[in-house]
């Protein structure tokens, strides 16, 4: 760790690199946003915004449960839950003939009304009522070697999987038949999805989540020719957004998670603007 | 790539397909045999599509599909081509013909590097269907008679002892079809290949069909298109036609 610190102290000789704070929220940011930059691709492709919006919605039941059941660790009650509400909702989804928007957003009302009601009751919902908004300034070393090790797992899928999810999302009958096991990519794709999002929430909160899954993919594809550049952009965008996000919340002390997202919100509409013609 | 000889056969034997307690197919044996062109017809719901996906085994079915080389009678593991009838697109996504095409074929990552050599192979089989100045277009991008013939360039590669349309003509211009039943007719003669095509064109599947299977929950009528449009359970389902 201190290693990191150091190098990142001179790359960067600002004074808000003085703060230990900063430095674990740079690598945070530094280790999620390109995670989230690449699912977040196909996830656009596959018109998903609203089921991993949904995901984001469950961490709050899945804290409830956690507490209630006396898992000690909140972390390991969410991302179990977001799990199984990932393979359900795939499976419900996959599962009805009408609009999958429908069905999505039942599930997520559900989830979030289950988790408030949940945290009311026990009394303990002012506790947690930051994963909503999330805070980047205060993460554990435990936290961030949890991001790190979900990250490789994630490139590791996307280096030997891509491909094969890149044909499900153009049909996946064409993808049966070139011999892809579609059903169990699609699962692990969403369960990918599901720890993802689960374990940076506390950090970014879940209002804001899906966002940085959603944004930076959406504005790259708005500008991009092929699939290399759609992931080089939405990385780039993704990095942008987060590091100059974290410094200018920093110097006006607003929530970080809120002005990373406003920043990728401003370079969707410039590459709109910029879209091909 | 070895040209037809006509002794390869696909059988498909008792294939039943139900959706709870919905029948939506009973008991279908069709044989194809390589050289041919068999063209499903049915009106809508009469199960073209649910049959596709059974035979693809992309649903629950029952009965199963075989391959036989008929020369020495040894059963072999069959290889399906698909060409779907509509794919997940929109103009200018960042999905070249070459994505696609690669992520099909190849183990390189297509968002990691272009591979030189997987893109002189696809340029190559994309010339047969003289789709190859479409490499580096959008999927997006190309007209309904550019993206069929892609599609079926993915489909023949590697060359699949059955090849399966689905509606494949529905939303193509006049030239457009005639094009088509010309790579159709190619790859028939051409390569060793059995052909099922889905349709609801009478007229098309009466000129260029060898054999026309009439759907309706279960094989109604086969024959050639004459013996099938002529008969009476065509007339009960679609009326009598001038074709």
């Not at chain 1, 790359?11 to 690199?17: A, D, G, Q, V």
């Not at chain 2, 079915?61 to 698909?82: L, S």
């Amino acid at each position: 760790m201190e290693v990191i610190y150091n190098v990142l102290e001179t790359i960067l000789p600002f004074e808000f690199m003085n703060y230990i704070f900063m430095k674990n929220a740079l690598i945070a940011i530094i280790l999620i946003s390109p995670v989230f930059a690449i699912l977040g691709t196909m996830i656009v492709n596959n018109k998903m915004a609203f089921f991993s919006d949904a995901l984001g919605h469950s961490a709050l039941t899945g804290i409830a449960i956690g507490m209630v059941l006396g898992i000690s660790n909140i972390n390991v009650g969410m991302i179990l839950f977001a799990i199984v509400f990932a393979l359900l909702l795939n499976y419900v989804k996959n599962k009805t003939s009408y609009g999958a928007d429908t069905i999505i957003s039942v599930f997520s009302s559900i989830a979030i009304a289950l988790g408030l009601a949940m945290l009311a009751q026990s009394g303990n919902f002012n506790k947690y009522s930051g994963y909503l908004v999330g805070d980047i300034l205060n993460i554990t070393g435990t936290e961030m070697l949890y991001a790190f090790i979900a990250a490789i797992v994630v490139y590791v899928f996307w280096y030997f999987t891509f491909n094969k999810l890149n044909v499900i999302s153009m049909n996946s009958t064409l993808a049966k038949s070139k011999g892809i096991n579609v059903k169990k990519i699609d699962n692990i794709f969403v369960v990918l999805i599901a720890i993802m999002v689960m374990i940076s929430i506390r950090w970014i909160g879940i209002l804001l989540i899906n966002s940085l899954l959603i944004l930076p993919a959406a504005s790259s594809r708005n500008i991009a020719k092929n699939m290399r550049h759609y992931h080089l952009c939405a990385v780039i965008f993704s990095l942008f957004s987060g590091i100059s996000g974290l410094i200018i919340s920093y110097y006006l002390n607003i929530p970080t998670g809120s002005i990373i997202v406003l920043i990728s919100g401003i370079i969707y509409f410039i590459t709109l603007f910029f879209k091909k013609k | 790539m070895e040209k037809a000889c006509g002794l390869h056969c696909t059988k498909i034997n008792h294939i039943g397909v139900k959706f709870g307690k919905d029948v939506i197919l009973k008991d279908i044996n069709i044989h194809v045999h390589c050289g041919e062109l068999t063209v499903i017809i049915g009106r809508n719901g009469a199960g073209k599509s649910t049959l596709l996906k059974a035979i693809l085994g992309e649903i629950e079915h029952t009965g199963n599909i075989t391959f036989v080389d008929q020369k020495d009678n040894i059963a072999e593991k069959i290889k399906i081509g698909y060409v779907p009838q509509k794919l997940n697109i929109e103009k200018h996504m960042p999905t070249t013909v070459y994505d696609m095409f690669a992520s099909c074929i190849s183990k390189v990552p297509v968002f990691l590097k272009k591979d030189k050599k997987i893109y002189e192979e696809i340029k190559e089989h994309l010339k047969i269907f003289g789709a190859d100045m479409l490499i580096d277009k959008s999927m997006g991008d190309l007209s309904g008679g550019e993206l069929q013939r892609v599609l079926i360039a993915i489909a023949t590669k590697p060359t699949p002892n059955l090849l399966i349309l689905d509606e494949p003509v529905s939303g193509i211009d006049k030239n457009g079809t005639k094009d088509f039943y010309k790579i159709i007719n190619k790859l028939k003669t051409e390569y060793d290949m059995s052909i099922i095509l889905v349709s609801h064109d009478l007229e098309l599947a009466n000129k260029y069909a060898d054999k026309v299977i009439l759907l309706d929950r279960t094989v109604i009528k086969e024959g050639t298109p004459k013996e099938v449009f002529n008969s009476l359970e065509f007339k009960n389902r679609f009326g009598t036609i001038e074709i």
